[in-house]
């Protein structure tokens, strides 16, 4: 430990409050304005300017033990623990509410610092070790936290410390946004050209509807069933769902289900290199199956002719009119299309050479697009690290 600082208990730097039982605020006395009830919202987000709940002064009084004072901090204590937010001038006067810890600082220990402290690793880390619960984990006792060691520079050095930290985190969220900018950009790139080439056809393309340009264009056979129909699932037939299309890139690659030979005799094989278009929920995700597999009627599959387009052409083409299709299919209580939606929507096809020519440009950029995307992630995972390191340095002397 560095030269003048001491070990001191977190108990002994700052006071300990932890929100009232659950059975003190409940829902029906709580009232249109009054008093307000600060929740794990406001130390996760860091703002105190939206309120949910309120209680009259009578309850505000009788509850005046748990009142969040100009100073002091607030710490989520379940499910999402360990967020830390200091309480700012001129709060609407209140009281925290059961997931809440309050803690107030003492005189020896600046609030930026303490936060700052909360924040780092090394506390983290110790506050999940405590922490209790099995489906939702709570924050330990306050018996327990308050004897968890805090390092504790003099004051001058704390507020050092905090200024250094500052001016760091000040340019590591330039850069973060920086990094965020450019990841966007290089998606919208690709989009973007994507859009240039297919809304500007050539006057040579003809126009088709999608029947015209396939062999097979019908809905998947299978139903949604209930998982309790276990002799339908667990086979070596994939089984693709809306889900696997709308997190593929292309080609749809994974699946999360698969049917037994049972399944299979109430669906349908489809073949690898089927264009699968999701009709129900989130419509007009696409994807090319990039195996043989079944999938329920809550998805069209789509078998292009070879002889009139190009697969991965007309994939392309469907991501170009998402938006399109997606305003096309809203206006009922859940968003729908349906193979009758495409029956006199046209669209641009060249010829399959100029398809062909197409697809490879687009792959060629689509490549280069997710390099720079996982350039991008790179530096903000690394940004990440740097922050994390530099508090780790700050509360071990080193900063």
């Not at 909360?118 to 306050?142: D, P, R």
């Not at 999701?278 to 199956?289: K, P, R, V």
């Amino acid at each position: 430990m560095k030269k003048g600082w001491e070990v001191n208990k977190f108990g002994d730097v700052c006071d300990f409050v932890r929100g009232p039982f659950g059975g003190s605020l409940k829902k029906n006395i709580f009232k249109p304005q009054g008093y307000a009830v600060y929740e794990q919202q406001h130390a996760i987000y860091n703002q105190f300017e939206e309120i949910r709940y309120f209680i009259d002064k009578n309850k505000f009084n009788e509850m005046k033990r748990f009142e969040l004072n100009s100073g002091d901090l607030i710490m989520s204590c379940s499910g999402t623990m360990g967020k830390v937010a200091i309480v700012p001038d001129n709060i609407q006067k209140g009281i925290i509410n059961q997931a809440l810890l309050k803690l107030t600082p003492s005189k020896h220990i600046s609030k930026d610092f303490l936060k700052l402290w909360i924040q780092s690793e090394s506390f983290q880390e110790s506050l999940k070790a405590y922490s209790q619960g099995a489906a939702i984990q709570n924050v330990a006792s306050v018996k327990i936290l308050k004897n968890i060691d805090i390092h504790l520079p003099p004051l001058p050095e704390q507020k050092r410390i905090v200024a250094v930290l500052d001016e760091s985190f000040a340019a590591l969220a330039k850069a973060k946004e920086n990094a965020e900018k450019n990841l966007e950009n290089a998606r919208e790139l690709f989009e973007s050209v994507l859009e240039e080439i297919i809304t500007n056809p050539k006057e040579n393309w003809e126009r088709k509807t999608l029947k015209e340009i396939a062999t097979t264009f019908s809905r998947g056979r299978s139903k949604h069933r209930p998982r309790n129909e276990k002799k339908l699932y667990g086979g070596k037939y994939p089984f693709v769902q809306t889900g696997d299309i709308r997190n593929s890139n292309h080609y749809i690659t994974q699946y999360t289900q698969t049917y037994s030979e049972a399944g299979l005799a109430q669906s349908k094989l489809w073949p690898k290199g089927t264009i699968c278009i999701t009709i129900a929920a989130n419509i007009a995700e696409t994807g090319i199956l990039g195996f043989d597999a079944c999938f329920p009627d809550s998805i069209i599959g789509l078998i292009v002719n070879p002889k009139i387009a190009n697969v991965d052409f007309v994939e392309f083409l469907l991501q170009s009119f998402k938006v399109y299709l997606q305003a096309k299919g809203k206006g009922s209580a859940q968003d729908n299309l349906n193979v009758g939606s495409f029956e006199n929507e046209y669209f641009p096809i060249p010829s399959v050479p100029e398809q062909r020519s197409i697809v490879s440009k687009l792959n060629a950029l689509s490549a280069e697009t997710k390099k720079l995307e996982t350039i991008y992630q790179q530096k903000l995972s690394d940004l990440e690290e740097l922050k994390k390191s530099l508090l780790q340095k700050a509360f071990n002397g080193e900063l």
